[in-house]
């Protein structure tokens, strides 16, 4: 992968109501070209699915589970990292992605429940992917697309057991591990 180095931050995942949306949350970061999910809840078993999805489809994206996240942001940004956290409330993202496409590390936040106000200070932009309330999966696809380097559409994933083959119709996948193997079901 080329481009800035971006992670995201997931706060406040519930693992008895949020399990859909935080897997969605890792699989869009990593397919729009996050290195990485940071977790700030405790279920491994989300961090597994994840990493279990992302080794089959390529790439080297990981998730770290049950981070403290004060902890990592500060450790982002004494590390020179940017952290852009995404609200509703904040500037609109058409206004300040020139400004953001200018980071070369990055760390972007999403929230679940009610985000603490520490973060909104931490934070170097809150971010609103438009001014009306949707969700942080359509969030970090929106702002991904507009800071990236290049075309995180077109990007490649190294060393996958499953690739697919783009098609005007039906499904054609490629199991790498099996030479002879494209499943057109
Ligand atoms: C479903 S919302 C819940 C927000 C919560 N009720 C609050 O007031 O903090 C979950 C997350 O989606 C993201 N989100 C939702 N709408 C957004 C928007 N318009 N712009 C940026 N992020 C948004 C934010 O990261 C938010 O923390």
């Given at each position: 992968m080329?481009?800035?180095q971006i992670?995201v931050l997931?706060l406040?995942h519930r693992?008895?109501r949020?399990?859909?949306i935080?897997?969605?949350?890792g699989?869009?970061?990593?397919?729009f070209?996050?290195?990485?999910?940071?977790?700030?809840?405790?279920d491994?078993?989300?961090a597994d699915?994840?990493?279990?999805?992302?080794?089959?489809?390529?790439?080297?994206?990981y998730v770290?589970n049950?981070?403290n996240?004060k902890?990592?942001?500060q450790?982002?940004?004494?590390?020179?990292?940017?952290?852009c956290?995404l609200?509703?409330?904040?500037?609109n993202l058409s206004?300040?992605?020139?400004?953001i496409?200018?980071?070369h590390?990055?760390?972007?936040?999403?929230g679940?429940e009610k985000?603490?106000?520490e973060?909104?200070?931490?934070?170097?932009?809150?971010v609103?992917?438009?001014?009306?309330?949707?969700s942080?999966?359509?969030?970090?696809?929106?702002?991904m697309?507009?800071?990236?380097?290049?075309d995180?559409?077109?990007?490649?994933?190294g060393d996958?057991?499953l690739?697919i083959?783009?098609?005007?119709?039906?499904?054609?996948?490629?199991?790498?591990t099996n030479?002879?193997?494209?499943?057109?079901n």
């Open positions: 080329t481009g800035k992670i997931r406040g693992p008895e949020d399990k859909r935080t897997t969605h949350v699989l869009t970061a990593r397919a070209g996050a290195e990485g999910l940071l977790l700030a809840s405790d491994r078993a989300i699915n994840i990493e279990s999805v992302a080794r089959r489809w390529g790439g080297n994206f770290k049950n981070v996240w902890k990592e942001i450790s982002w940004k004494n590390n020179g990292g940017k952290v956290h609200s509703m409330y904040g500037l206004d300040v992605e020139s400004d496409k200018n980071w590390k990055i760390m972007i936040i999403v679940a985000v603490p106000p973060v909104y200070d931490m934070a170097d932009l809150n609103a992917v438009g001014n009306q309330p949707h942080e999966v359509a969030a970090i696809s929106v702002t697309d507009r800071i990236s380097d290049y995180p559409l077109k990007q490649e994933f996958a057991e690739s083959v783009p098609t005007s119709r039906g499904k054609k996948v490629i199991d790498n030479s002879d193997n494209i499943n057109n």
